[in-house]
């Protein structure tokens, strides 16, 4: 913020913090993205959490988006999700925090082939009771 305005132009004087500011500090700049990463509210949820229009948050997601990114790619803190990524992350590191939702997929037709991908947690299994 200091070199560069919202619109990613370089500022021809240095930066400030204006007082009217809907996210005057970092530590809120930080909230607001991370709480739009994870919930992925309606922009207009957000604007009326985070006291602004629409089109404000609007331009602070993209704007906030890209620098989280290309802070967490400077200390090489990306998720990874392809495999070759994790043996590659995993190899240089001592600890990692593995997301392990279970995600749907397109499973094949052949049935002998569909038990490979069957991961045995939706069996439902109904008994009676006399």
């Not at 001592?94 to 991908?117: A, C, F, L, M, N």
Request: glycine share 4%; hydrophobic share 30%; net charge positive.
């Amino acid at each position: 913020m200091e070199h560069f305005t919202l619109e990613g132009k370089v500022r021809q004087r240095k930066g400030y913090v204006r007082t009217n500011n809907t996210l005057p500090y970092p530590e809120d700049r930080l909230l607001f993205i991370l709480y739009y990463l994870k919930n992925y509210p309606l922009q207009e949820a957000m604007a009326a959490s985070f006291g602004m229009t629409q089109s404000q948050v609007s331009t602070w997601v993209q704007r906030l988006s890209s620098l989280l990114e290309k802070a967490l790619n400077k200390q090489d803190c990306l998720p990874v999700r392809k495999g070759e990524q994790l043996r590659k992350a995993l190899s240089k590191e001592h600890s990692v925090i593995i997301d392990g939702t279970e995600r749907t997929i397109q499973r094949p037709s052949d049935q002998e082939v569909q038990k490979d991908y069957y991961s045995g947690k939706k069996r439902v299994i109904l008994s009676r009771t006399t």
